[in-house]
């Protein structure tokens, strides 16, 4: 069982930035690949970054692309979300998940969520 805390969500102004962090325990964090994926109010939860076990390959939604980078230390047991150049619609809880199947952007994939992390950009 892997239990997963987000940390690092707050206000912050349009142009932004903030980092996210998601500490894993209770596993081998190495095993498993590792999303962030967020919720605004009224929407349905969405993709935003994965990344493999490796690290070596990482995946973006079209939103965030060349916005947000994805990280991981397998050392800390801890996956990172850096969001830069932060909008208005970028706001909502923002979940990390682990998962060890295949299907990077489908939350059906993930085993295992943290409870989230509110992120609010002000224009």
């Known amino acids: ?22 500490a894993a325990s209770g596993g081998t964090f190495s095993s498993y690949g590792m999303g ?44 990172y979300l850096q969001m830069n150049s932060l909008k208005p619609e970028d706001t909502a809880v923002y979940y990390c998940a682990a998962r060890n199947r295949a299907g990077v952007t489908a939350t059906t994939s993930y085993d295992y969520w943290g409870r989230g992390t509110q992120v609010t950009v002000s224009s």
């Open 1 to 22: 069982q892997v239990q997963l805390v987000e940390s690092g969500g707050g206000l912050v102004q349009a142009g932004g930035s903030l980092r996210l962090s998601c």
């Open 36 to 79: 962030w994926f967020r919720q605004a109010p009224g929407k349905e939860r969405e993709f935003v970054a994965a990344i493999i076990r490796s690290g070596a390959n990482t995946y973006y939604a079209d939103s965030v692309k060349d916005r947000f980078t994805i990280s991981r230390d397998n050392t800390k047991n801890t996956a």
